[in-house]
T-cell receptor
Framework: EDQVTQSPEALRLQEGESSSLNCSYT??????LFWYRQDPGKGPEFLFT???AGEEKEKERLKATLTKKESFLHITAPKPEDSATYLC????????????FGKGTKLSVKP | NAGVTQTPKFQVLKTGQSMTLQCAQD?????MYWYRQDPGMGLRLIYY???????DKGEVPNGYNVSRLNKREFSLRLESAAPSQTSVYFC?????????????FGDGTRLSIL
């Protein structure tokens, strides 16, 4: 069964304190792994797509990496505005674009 | 450029009532999706439409029906609402046929069933 597990469920950081979020996945052929950011009361906002092991993508203070079993979202010197829930999703080979989502990591960055 | 627009934003229903959630996208995407998001459960796929004229069941389709009205619009209908359908509903769209195209989401409909 295709599955996505995110850890930790919640993470509290001080401003400037770097850390990483984990997304472990089990899928019958990975077609793509997606990271989203979700603010309270809003829909998920697309951040990155990763296609194959070894790939990395960066955007401002965020960097996403991918191995054959997991992905990490590294947050460097976070700011309070980075506070949000971060969602990971996978797309399996043979699917019609359907995504399987993890439950998310709620990040809080305190000034 | 609005992206994905969902209406209404909030709705309260009584058990047994029916209603239709509306979704429209202006990105000329072929594929559209309906998800529900519940605390501690993550996003779960209800129905999807890979292209205009087709619809398929997702992970949790029971109690719902969908209509792909045209390329832009994809509606979700609750025929007889139940308290278990209290949730936040998200519509999404993506390009089909392109490798790994991301889904783009609306801001959701918050539905409470009493």
């Amino acid at each position: 069964e295709d599955q996505v597990t995110q850890s930790p469920e919640a993470l509290r950081l001080q401003e400037g304190e770097s850390s990483s979020l984990n997304c472990s996945y089990t899928v019958s052929g990975l077609r793509g792994l997606f990271w989203y950011r979700q603010d309270p009361g809003k829909g998920p906002e697309f951040l990155f797509t990763l296609y194959s092991a070894g790939e990395e993508k960066e955007k401002e203070r965020l960097k996403a990496t991918l191995t054959k079993k997991e992905s990490f979202l590294h947050i460097t010197a976070p700011k309070p505005e980075d506070s949000a829930t971060y969602l990971c999703a996978v797309q399996a080979s043979g699917s019609q674009g359907n995504l399987i989502f993890g439950k998310g990591t709620k990040l809080s960055v305190k000034p | 450029n609005a992206g994905v627009t969902q209406t209404p934003k909030f709705q309260v229903l009584k058990t047994g009532q029916s209603m239709t959630l509306q979704c429209a996208q202006d990105m000329n995407h072929n594929s559209m999706y309906w998800y529900r998001q519940d605390p501690g459960m993550g996003l779960r796929l209800i129905y999807y439409s890979a292209s205009e004229g087709t619809t398929d069941k997702g992970e949790v389709p029971n109690g719902y029906n969908v209509s792909r009205l045209n390329k832009r619009e994809f509606s979700l209908r609750l025929e007889s609402a139940a308290p278990s359908q209290t949730s936040v509903y998200f519509c999404a769209s993506s390009e089909r046929g392109q490798k790994n195209q991301p889904q783009h989401f609306g801001d959701g409909t918050r539905l409470s069933i009493l």
